[in-house]
């Protein structure tokens, strides 16, 4: 059953949604262990389209619901029939970017198949959203999924402030989302174009943590992402940008650098506040927040640079049932 204003409807077959992409201010890969976060939906979405169908396929292939990790884990963990789905995904998000593309078909797929089921409140879809794309990535945090579902400025793990939304939890691991107000920043984010593994980063950062200084680098992660929130919440930009360039100074140290996420940042560097790998890293993108005026020089820079950069702002509007194309 859904409730509230702001939840997903019921209803049938075909079915269209979508669901936003993310990018990271503060925080990736310590969230995973319990460390604050902060985040943003983008707004570039993934729609899917979902109708029934004799048998399972995404995009035209039916292997797909064998082979195509995140189809074939919503397939196994949100559907339950009683007819085979036909899916057609269409994303302007980059994949393999950090941006939040896995994240989004989850959210939009998880809607689509909730609305079927009866609907859903909000906090249930970010809870069957995870749980869709732990099950694919065997790893991770809610942080993407819930910037998904929810849409807006989130923190994660970070009670002092905004308004709560919602727990999400696997086993003995919680996860508190909160809504901050958007700061009305415009932002840049270039691909590097180096393809990466979500789950074999946060995998190799887990084993980093493990050593001795472990619990010292989680402990300033948490420092760099509460301050980061606060400078946030009082619209300092120069310290939102020097604490993006230290959370980019610990990514590095845990091991999720990349040469060509380095040449970028130092491309970016005369003409931002900050700038840090955004996401799993180890490859896909970094986020720059651009000095004032600086946006379509700082785009070009970053396209010299062999990047494929593009300013994106906050998405409002979480994952929501649509018109059909
Ligand atoms: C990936 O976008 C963010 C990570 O923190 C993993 C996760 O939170 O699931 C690296």
């Known amino acids: 059953m859904s409730d509230g204003p702001d939840a997903i409807p019921a209803g049938d077959l075909p079915l269209s949604a979508q669901a936003p992409g993310k990018c990271i201010v503060f925080g990736e890969h310590a969230v995973v262990h319990g460390g604050p976060e902060l985040l943003f939906a983008i707004d570039l979405a993934t729609q899917v389209i979902v109708r029934r169908a004799p048998r399972s396929s995404l995009n035209g292939d039916p292997e797909a619901a064998g082979e195509h990790p995140y189809f074939r884990a919503l397939l196994r963990q949100a559907w339950a029939g009683p007819a085979d789905l036909e899916v057609r995904a269409i994303s302007r998000i980059p994949r393999g970017a950090g941006l939040g593309s896995s994240a989004a078909l989850c959210a939009a797929l998880s809607c689509a198949v909730s609305a079927r089921g009866g609907g859903v409140p909000r906090a249930d879809l970010a809870q069957r959203s995870f749980e869709v794309e732990k099950a694919a990535q065997g790893v991770g945090s809610p942080g993407d999924t819930s910037a998904a579902v929810a849409g807006g400025f989130l923190t994660v793990n970070a009670a002092r402030t905004g308004l709560a939304l919602w727990e999400v939890h696997d086993g003995a691991a919680r996860w ?17 174009g180096v393809p990466r593994s979500t789950g074999d980063a946060v995998r190799a950062v887990g084993s980093r943590l493990r050593a001795a200084d472990g619990p010292a680098l989680l402990a300033e992660f948490r420092r760099v992402a509460e301050e980061g929130i606060d400078a946030v919440e009082a619209g300092d930009r120069a310290a939102v ?8 100074e610990l990514l590095r140290e845990v091991g ?43 785009v070009r820079r970053l ?23």
């Open 176 to 192: 508190e989302v909160r809504r901050l107000p958007d700061p009305g920043w415009v932002w840049v984010v270039a691909h590097s």
């Open 241 to 248: 940008g020097r604490l993006m360039r230290r959370n980019h």
């Open 256 to 298: 999720v650098s990349h040469p060509r996420l380095e040449e970028l940042l130092r491309a970016a560097e005369p003409l931002s506040e900050g700038a840090k790998l955004t996401g799993a890293g180890a490859g896909g993108s970094i986020v720059a927040l651009p000095r004032p005026g600086s946006e379509t020089e700082l």
């Open 303 to 325: 396209a010299r640079a062999g990047a494929l950069p593009f300013v994106v702002r906050p998405a409002t509007a979480g994952a929501s049932l649509v018109a059909p194309p």
